[in-house]
C-alpha cells in the first residue's frame, strides 16, 4: 500500500531543498508518494523582529512562491514538484540568485508559460498561497519553518540534513524520523549544526 508523504517547501530554503531530496530518495526504497505543497517564509516571518538583511530576503521571497501557486492554480498540484526542482537546482545548485532570471529559466525547464513569471509580482494569488500556507503549518505550529512534512495524522517540522542520504540509508531515516514523529508526546530532537550545506 502507498504511503502518502505531504511536504510544505519555499524555494528560497536551502534545508527544505535537501530534504525534499532525501524524500524523493526515500520514495524509491519505500512505498511512498510524495505530494508537494507550497509554504512561505515570507508570510511565516511577516511582522516579526528581524534583522535587515532578513527584512530584504523575505520581501524578495514572494516571488517564487507566487509563481508556483500560479502554476499550481492552472496546471494542478503535480506541476509543484517539478517546477519546485527547477527552481531549486537553479536556485541553491548552481547558484542563481537573481530570482527574477531564475524564475523564468526554471518555468523554461519544465516547459510551461513564460508569463506565469508576471505571478511573482502579482498579489493574485496571495489568497490561494496563504491557505496552502495555513494547511501545512496549522498542525505543526507557527515557531518553526520549513520544510514541514505530514504523513497522515502525524505532522512535524524537519527533519535537518545534510547531504541528503542516498538509497536505503534514506529509506532507514525516512523510518527513523516516522518512528519519532508519531510517538505520542514527542517534540523535538537536536543538537548543533556543524556541517556546511551540501547540495550533492
Known amino acids: 500500500m502507498t504511503e502518502n508523504v505531504d511536504l510544505w517547501v519555499d524555494p528560497i530554503c536551502p534545508w527544505a531543498w535537501i530534504t525534499s531530496r532525501w524524500l524523493l530518495e526515500a520514495a524509491d526504497v519505500r512505498n511512498l508518494k510524495v505530494n508537494f505543497h507550497v509554504m512561505s517564509l515570507s508570510i511565516l516571518n511577516d511582522g516579526r523582529d528581524l534583522s535587515e538583511k532578513h527584512v530584504e530576503a523575505f520581501a524578495k521571497a514572494w516571488a517564487p ?35 527574477d532570471q531564475m524564475i523564468t529559466n526554471a518555468l523554461r525547464d519544465v516547459g510551461l508559460e513564460a508569463d506565469l513569471a508576471e505571478a511573482a509580482s502579482s498579489t493574485e494569488f496571495d489568497e490561494a498561497l496563504r491557505v496552502s500556507h495555513r494547511e501545512g503549518m496549522d498542525p505543526v505550529g507557527y515557531d518553526v519553518g520549513t520544510p514541514v512534512i505530514h504523513v497522515g495524522d502525524v505532522a512535524f517540522f524537519g527533519p535537518v540534513v545534510t547531504p541528503a542520504p542516498k538509497g536505503e540509508a534514506a529509506g532507514k531515516l525516512f523510518d527513523g524520523v516516522m518512528l519519532v514523529a508519531s510517538t505520542p508526546g514527542f517534540y523535538e530532537i537536536k543538537r548543533t549544526r556543524t556541517d556546511e550545506l551540501n547540495f550533492e
Open 65 to 99: 512562491v507566487r509563481v508556483l501557486i500560479a502554476a499550481q492554480e492552472r496546471h494542478g498540484n503535480e506541476i509543484i514538484e517539478p517546477l519546485y526542482s527547477a527552481m531549486g537546482t537553479r536556485y541553491h545548485v548552481r547558484g542563481e540568485k537573481e530570482l
